[in-house]
């Protein structure tokens, strides 16, 4: 019963629209009645692309070295290729083949254990490699040319329109069609395309466009997506004369600025509270945006640009930009569009430099470097103003403050849930010097593991904060969901001078347990202070170090450049270094060392965390 009326409150704060629509989407495909299980399948065929434009080179950036002898599955783990297309429904990491590999899409569950994680088999399908091949071409190449179609009629003859698991997801479509507009924006073949594109643009569109409202109800990345993809992909419909193209560019017009203005809120945080799905997003918009400028069409809506500009500005207050980095912030799936620069999954300099250039008509990274190449490809006009220097930020309808101090960044995650959070990381802190990641979150490792690591990596023990009486801060209902929301108390404003960069939140969770935390960054230390209170047994703190060779002497935790300290006003039960593990990238487990003081009763804790110049 108790875990009846913690689902309904939370099923109430997801927002009933939100939760009919996914209600409504899942009763259609269950009777059968749904319409998007009446469309026609639809065969593309060869030529896809002529390459009038291949040795146009002007002065264009090198290609992506990737897809070429090998690719980078979530941009970490390596898939040998060849000229031949890969086999598209195994894994490609164990070549393991997917079972029953034509059954209709709806057919396949969520969570098959015969499929396993059903990313690893969607990354290939998600085509990537056109705009690489595309690139390729553009520059001389013709053998990537003719692999282009060799590789895209292979794709077709396999995976049937609507058949097996790459045409389960609306996102994942959305996707295929984004990279072949990008392709095509390269390869400058957009209204002369052929016959081939024009049907491969149709079996995605009227795959996408009858679920949309599930999108929708998703109130995460897949509704820009879809929604990208049916603007991008009707415009481009109705230059080659489809009529129905019209129809699907309106829905996607209208949904991207909807998704915009309820998604992005006015200080730029985006609903999944994710680094990675906020790039995802921006992207997104960003190559709606270019396809948008390319083809001379409509502006999108003033309120629109606002959103994007502030989301562009959130993204870049988070990274480091000497090396693109940025904190391993909520649910990270290893997903990353527009891969046309020879940059890291981990490096969000393109992304930040594209939109600053759309949206902002600023350079958000100096001096030039391959952070450039997108927007190069892409053909987009290159900010003409700097902009201004990383300071400290608050976004407050989001729940991030970003404390800096020249080289030195703190990052505080306090609770702020409009939408469902995905990971139990209130007050979380990240801290990063001079590019190097000290206080790091352990991210999210993979969607379809055991139970107890699906718990441990969304959990609070995977987090820099407080965890009480050894469980989570918000009670798990779900694979992706917690109950009894977290919100904030007693917020301390930003203040800044020549002491240092002050802010603090604290919150009450559902079951009295309260956690106060205040942060003072300085030229040469972080200092933490923790008031806790209200639980019943114990309290452990947490602090996730960087890999190294670490020790504790006389209380002090150093690798002798760093020391971290704690004092507390009450006994400690414990103080110690353990092994945890964290996962940089989706699918990888790695150690990494982790301090834990435990108390076992109310008390103030003081957290000083040195390094040397």
């Not at 070429?68 to 083949?97: K, S, Y």
């Not at 603007?231 to 915009?260: C, H, N, P, Q, Y």
């Not at 480091?320 to 981990?346: E, H, K, M, S, W």
Request: net charge neutral.
């Amino acid at each position: 019963m108790k875990r009846f009326v913690t689902l309904a409150g939370t099923l109430m704060s997801l927002g009933l629209p939100s939760v009919l629509r996914v209600a409504v989407y899942r009763l259609g495909l269950r009777s059968g009645l749904h319409r998007v299980l009446r469309i026609a399948p639809v065969t593309p065929a060869a030529p896809f692309f002529k390459g009038d434009a291949v040795g146009a080179v002007g002065a264009l950036p090198e290609p992506v070295a990737d897809w070429q002898t090998a690719a980078h599955i979530f941009g970490r783990w390596p898939v040998t290729l060849t000229d031949e297309p890969p086999v598209w429904i195994a894994n490609p990491l164990t070549e393991a083949p997917v079972p029953d590999p034509m059954r209709s899409w709806w057919k396949i569950p969520d969570f098959d254990p015969a499929v396993g994680d059903i990313k690893l088999i969607w990354e290939l399908s998600r085509m990537d490699w056109l705009p690489a091949f595309a690139q390729h071409a553009r520059k001389g190449d013709k053998t990537s040319l003719e692999k282009l179609d060799r590789w895209l009629s292979d794709w077709i003859a396999h995976n049937p329109a609507y058949l097996g698991p790459n045409w389960k997801c609306g996102q994942e479509a959305s996707i295929r069609v984004m990279n072949m507009a990008a392709a095509a924006m390269i390869l400058e073949e957009t209204r002369s395309a052929s016959a081939g594109v024009r049907d491969f643009l149709v079996a995605h569109l009227q795959r996408i466009a009858p679920t949309m409202s599930y999108a929708i109800g998703q109130d995460n990345n897949h509704g820009t997506s879809e929604a990208a993809a049916l603007f991008i992909g009707g415009t481009w419909l109705e230059m080659l004369g489809v009529d129905r193209g019209a129809r699907w560019a309106s829905i996607g017009r209208t949904w991207l600025k909807d998704r915009a203005s309820h998604l992005i809120a006015r200080d730029g945080s985006f609903s999944q509270y994710s680094l990675n799905y906020h790039r995802v997003m921006l992207d997104t918009y960003c190559l709606a945006e270019a396809w948008r400028m390319r083809h001379g069409l409509a502006p999108f809506a003033p309120e629109t640009l606002q959103r994007l500009q502030a989301a562009a500005r959130w993204l870049r207050d988070m990274i480091d930009l000497q090396t693109g980095d940025g904190p391993n912030l909520g649910a990270n799936d290893g997903a990353r569009l527009l891969q046309l620069a020879n940059t890291g999954y981990r490096d969000f300099r393109p992304s930040v430099q594209l939109a600053f250039a759309l949206f902002l008509n600023q350079r958000a990274v100096e001096p030039a470097g391959p952070w450039d190449d997108t927007i190069r490809w892409l053909n987009i006009p290159v900010g003409t103003e700097p902009a201004a220097p990383q300071t400290s930020f608050v976004a407050n309808e989001g729940g991030f403050a970003g404390l800096r101090r020249g080289s030195t960044f703190a990052m505080l995650r306090y609770p702020r849930f409009r939408f469902r959070p995905s990971q139990a990381d209130a007050l979380h802190v990240d801290l990063w010097r001079s590019g190097q990641n000290l206080l790091r979150d352990a991210g999210t490792y993979s969607y379809n593991t055991s139970p107890d690591l699906l718990a441990y990596f969304g959990g609070t023990a995977s987090h820099n904060t407080v965890m009480f009486d050894g469980r989570d801060q918000m009670p798990r209902l779900g694979r992706f969901l917690f109950g009894k929301w977290l919100s904030t108390f007693r917020l301390e404003p930003l203040s800044e001078g020549a002491e240092g960069s002050r802010f603090g939140a604290g919150y009450a969770d559902s079951s009295g347990a309260t956690h106060h935390r205040r942060l003072h960054l300085t030229d040469d230390a972080l200092e933490v202070v923790d008031d806790i209170a209200g639980f019943r047994e114990k309290a452990v703190l947490r602090w996730r170090l960087a890999p190294g060779q670490w020790t504790i002497r006389d209380g002090v935790i150093s690798n002798g450049r760093e020391f971290l300290s704690i004092d507390c006003d009450v006994p400690v039960a414990r103080l110690e270094l353990v092994e945890g593990e964290e996962s940089r990238f989706y699918l990888e487990r790695t150690k990494v060392p982790v301090v834990e003081l435990e108390v076992r009763s109310p008390c103030r804790l003081r957290t000083q965390f040195r390094w040397s110049a």
